[in-house]
């Protein structure tokens, strides 16, 4: 399965299961990233971290470490 890491800067992708547990689930859940949205990657910092992306009309900075936990389809 692909995750949201992996997903190149100016492609959609929706959100199919959340990994990760506790805070981190939490802190993914609390930005508006649930199963089934969509994703859009605006860009990525050239060393990976962070990755810009836009949820729900919402301007995010996600780590690196997040977007592995996001599974995309």
Not at 10 to 35: E, F, N, P, S, Y
Not at 49 to 54: M, N, S
């Amino acid at each position: 399965m692909k995750t949201l890491k992996e997903v190149p800067a100016g492609q959609t992708a929706t959100v199919r299961r959340l990994g990760g547990d506790g805070a981190v689930r939490r802190r993914i859940m609390d930005m508006g990233i649930t199963k089934g949205v969509s994703v859009f990657v605006r860009k990525t910092a050239p060393l990976g971290d962070p990755i810009e992306v836009t949820v729900r009309g919402y301007e995010l900075s996600l780590r690196k470490a997040d977007a592995a936990m996001i599974e995309v389809g």
